[in-house]
């Protein structure tokens, strides 16, 4: 279980990459919709898993391709801007979770079945 100050952190490492994303100027990160779902920092702060999903799969490996060029950049402005004793290095991880939750409710909405009718007594 991680430590309030590392949650904290965690928070803090999701907001300004969030920040810094748009910072970043390789076509491959500009051109696709990221998105940052969870960051993971070891209690040490020498590394930080960073979880992104992206809106257009085609795009992802590119753009994860593009984040990891970018890795130097980004942590140099995160230890800046966090003024933390080390700035983490910086691992990139693809989030599936929101399409496999999309493609979840496909699935149950290819079911066909209505919940209203069903629970509705009249």
Known sequence: MASNRIL???????????ALLRTVKDPRVQD????????????DL???????SFLQN??????MAGLKS???????Q?????????????VWTEDDSITY???MLDLIN????KHDEESDPE
């Open 32 to 43: 696709v919709m990221i998105s940052i779902t969870r960051v993971e920092t070891t209690p």
């Open 110 to 113: 290819s079911l066909g079945v």
């Open 58 to 63: 085609d795009k992802a490996k590119e753009a």
């Open 8 to 18: 904290l952190i965690n928070e803090e490492i999701q907001k300004e990459l969030s």
């Open 78 to 90: 995160l230890g800046s801007n966090l003024r933390l004793r080390y700035a983490p290095e910086i």
């Open 70 to 76: 970018a890795a130097g950049y980004l942590r140099r």
């Open 46 to 52: 020498r590394y930080t898993k960073v979880y992104v």
């Open 101 to 103: 939750g999309a493609k």
